[in-house]
């Protein structure tokens, strides 16, 4: 992957000192990726000089000790001595670059995401595992497509057209639609959305919709109360029963905690446990617990060997984890990987099982 040489020319002048690092976006500098790169035994990069935000009155005392400035004052930096990383999430990384490149002129720096850190990071102490995991897939889109995510997160290429397949779990070129009078399994139902979708392509089938989120819950248990085959569950697919910490700062986003930090206590299910019949698919778009979830569902896929379609997004390492899990069932299931989104998120791993 000659990608992790073109990011090394980038970052080489931080690793020797030579310039200087800035970060943008102060609401995300403290928990995005670029901060444990600045600290610890072996930091990566250097510590920032300044954090830049469009709203710096909000960080008075800076953040652990470095200053938050005004967002104009990047027209003084100097490109020579300068590396702007963009602390921002992915979707937002444009809306920033927009702003240097239209009202503050830093046409001749060098910007990165800090989520290129990461992956820089990542596929350099595991890039013979990424290579190997490629070929495990299915077919060649899947093995080009894997490859050529990694490529673009590792040069900060945020926005790839190149990448997308449309329609994520069902009624795409891995799995056409769900069998009739099957059970579906859908964990992180959001609004609705895509198991409207799998109505639409067989309409005699059952759905089972965990969603933890209480704003979203409420949507869906109104959406289909007179509806036959429906049935809401508002707990969050897990490998133990009980209640955790959940985070629902961000709705989209919300998740399960692993510290005591959530603004909510959530119930917790394994899938196991229900005894669901005839489960033709599990779908898993539960905000980093996706290998949590899997593993509450073992005894499950074992007896249904449903067909699988799993999100990799939210943890780096999920896109090596996941695909070594379905592997290690036993199973005979074949893997593709698909990328349903032109940015980073909606990326799935997909299993479908020929029995021998």
């Known amino acids: 992957m000659k990608s992790i040489e073109v990011v090394s020319q980038i970052l080489s002048p931080l690793y020797s000192g030579d310039k200087e690092l800035v970060c943008l976006c102060a609401k995300n500098a403290r928990k995005s990726l670029l901060i444990p790169y600045c600290y610890g035994k072996q930091p990566v990069l250097p510590k920032p000089m300044s954090i830049y935000d469009i709203c710096p009155e909000n960080y008075r005392e800076g953040i652990d000790g470095i200053p938050v400035l005004p967002v104009a004052e990047l027209r003084q930096v100097q490109g020579n001595r300068t590396v702007i990383l963009i602390a921002a999430e992915d979707q937002l990384f444009y809306q920033y670059l927009g702003l240097l490149y239209n009202e503050l002129h830093c046409y001749y720096i060098p910007i990165l995401p800090c989520t290129a850190i990461e992956a820089y990071v990542y596929a350099s102490d595991h890039i013979q595992k990424i290579l190997s995991t490629a070929q495990h897939f299915q077919d060649l889109k899947s093995k080009e497509q894997y490859l050529d995510y990694w490529e ?27 069998l009739e009078n099957s059970s579906i399994v859908l964990g992180g139902a959001y ?107 073992i005894e499950t896929i074992h007896r249904c060997t449903p067909d699988l379609a799993i999100c990799a997004y939210h943890k780096i390492e999920d896109y090596i984890e996941i695909p070594h899990r379905i592997l290690n069932l036993g199973l005979n299931y074949q893997i593709y990987f698909r990328q349903h989104s032109c940015y980073y998120e909606e990326s799935v791993i997909y299993a479908v099982c020929h029995k021998k």
């Open 191 to 297: 609004n609705g959305l895509h198991i409207d979708r799998a109505f639409a392509l067989t309409p005699y089938i059952k759905t089972f919709l965990f969603e933890p989120n209480p704003v979203f819950a409420s949507i869906l248990q109104k959406k289909y109360v007179e509806t036959t085959g429906v049935h809401v569950i508002p707990k969050a697919l897990y490998n133990t029963c009980g209640q955790l910490p959940f985070d629902n700062t961000d709705e989209l986003g919300a998740h399960i905690c692993t510290s005591d930090h959530g603004q909510c206590m959530v119930d917790t299910v394994k899938l196991d446990d229900l005894c669901i019949s005839d489960v033709s698919e599990i779908a898993l778009d539960v905000e980093g617990a996706e290998c949590a979830a899997l593993s509450g569902a």
């Open 152 to 178: 673009s997160r590792i040069i900060g290429r945020v926005y790839d057209p190149m990448l997308y397949s449309g329609f994520p779990y069902w009624g795409n070129d891995v799995i056409q639609a769900p």
